[in-house]
């Protein structure tokens, strides 16, 4: 059970925040490509 609470503490203090702002970011990211490579789609179309 100490080895959770380790894990834990290790997680709060090794930016798990990071990680989900470079989540968040990715997803950013491909949600702007997407929207970008639609609108192409629809100007050739």
């Known amino acids: ?3 959770a ?3 834990l ?3 709060a203090g090794s930016g798990v925040e990071e990680t ?3 989540d968040c ?4 990211r491909t949600w702007v490509r997407t ?3 639609s609108e192409e789609e ?4």
């Open 42 to 45: 629809s100007n050739e179309a």
């Open 9 to 11: 503490n290790a997680l």
């Open 20 to 22: 989900i702002w470079a």
């Open 5 to 7: 609470v380790v894990v």
């Open 35 to 37: 929207l970008l490579n």
């Open 1 to 3: 059970m100490r080895g």
């Open 25 to 28: 970011m990715h997803i950013a």
